[in-house]
């Protein structure tokens, strides 16, 4: 089970004393895990009695919308869309929790304003190599499925809730559930025995998973499923060393009409194949293709996320990005020849030169 060092646990306790203003951070572009944990923490907050806001870079997706409630809209500030108050709200804040990213440049646009602050800054992260000289408490555990269940055993610890999921205060389970459900691919990746306790322990509890499957895997718009039949019939590639990969042009993304969050989970359904060890999408992003890589037991995603895509992550689900103005980012033909290329180095040890 995951273990939570109490002095750490004390320590939040502490500061959580001294905090009338908390405000939580996530990673830019937030995915289920880091909307999901931040509601997840936010609940418990205000619960407490505290006055939290959620401070993003980006918008969340559409996709997402489900999880906060309507009066809770007004909690989470977005940068993307009012810079101002943003960075005003993490200048005034007394105690800062950094919820699934590692490091201050996770949050990109964000990252100056929370350098700056002066605030306790308390993380609570799942990722490898935590710059642990940025906080001055740090929740770091790679062995677990998400942040939302490393949250969830945090808050097991706190003095009121004893253990117990039913004292959770509402809704918080909910959200945690949603985000680790996120994560894993709804347990199809990165479980843990601990996952499968979390998730009993909430159903038990009287969350409604039911809710949560449909929200998340019932209710997409047609464009994604005639995106996903798109790819699948005329852009899916394999290399005969069982690395499937799909590339999303920004082309592509608008004669679809695709919206940010859409293509979540589309770098997972070529591993359904049984020769297919390795799975790679490539989206165009603003500045950048971003680049998820999935893998097959055996297989390091996190290894060739940091050898060929300036990325990492966990060792079978990973990301990274190739930012334009080289010729790899900048020519979608010449992008799908270094995915190629990487994947047959990478999966033989080999250069083309050297066959």
């Not at 009066?71 to 800062?96: F, Q, V, Y």
């Not at 646009?109 to 992260?125: C, G």
């Not at 269940?149 to 809704?171: C, F, S, T, V």
């Not at 359904?272 to 055996?298: C, H, N, P, Y």
Request: hydrophobic fraction near 35%; proline fraction near 3%.
């Amino acid at each position: 089970m995951v273990k939570i060092d109490k002095f750490q646990v004390h320590a939040m306790i502490a500061a959580l004393d001294e905090a009338e203003r908390p405000i939580i951070l996530t990673h830019a572009r937030p995915d289920g895990d880091a909307l999901g944990s931040s509601l997840g923490l936010c609940r418990y907050l205000k619960s407490k009695g505290k006055r939290p806001e959620i401070i993003l870079a980006d918008k969340y997706p559409d996709t997402l919308s489900f999880i906060p409630e309507n009066e809770e809209k007004d909690m989470i500030l977005i940068h993307e869309t009012g810079s101002e108050a943003a960075e005003k709200a993490i200048a005034e804040a007394d105690l800062i929790f950094c919820l699934d990213f590692n490091s201050f440049g996770r949050t990109e646009k964000l990252s100056d304003a929370l350098q700056a602050s002066a605030a306790p800054k308390i993380l609570i992260d799942h990722h490898l190599y935590p710059d642990r000289s940025q906080f001055s408490t740090v929740f770091s555990e790679t062995e677990v499925s998400s942040t939302s269940e490393l949250l969830y055993y945090i808050l097991l610890k706190m003095p009121e809730i004893e253990g117990d999921a039913r004292r959770l205060p509402p809704g918080v389970g909910k959200a945690l559930l949603t985000g680790m459900t996120t994560d894993t691919n709804n347990f199809s990746n990165s479980t843990f025995p601990s996952t499968f306790a979390m998730a009993s322990e909430l159903l038990a509890a009287g969350v409604d998973r039911d809710g949560i499957i449909a929200n998340l895997y019932s209710r997409y718009r047609e464009n994604r499923i005639r995106l996903l039949g798109h790819l699948l019939d005329s852009n899916l590639k394999i290399t005969g060393d069982g690395v499937a990969y799909m590339i999303i042009d920004k082309g592509t993304a608008e004669k679809f009409g695709i919206r940010e969050g859409e293509t979540e989970g589309f770098v997972n359904i070529p591993l359904g194949i049984d020769r297919v060890r390795m799975s790679v999408l490539a989206k165009e992003d603003e500045d950048r293709f971003r680049i998820s890589i999935r893998s097959k037991t055996g297989i390091s995603a996190n290894r060739f996320a940091s050898t060929y895509f300036n990325g990492g992550g966990h060792e079978n689900a990973s990301g990274g990005k190739l930012i334009f103005g080289t010729d790899i980012a900048n020519d979608t033909a010449v992008l799908e020849k270094y995915i190629g290329d990487s994947a047959k180095e990478f999966m033989t040890g080999q250069k083309d030169d050297e066959k």
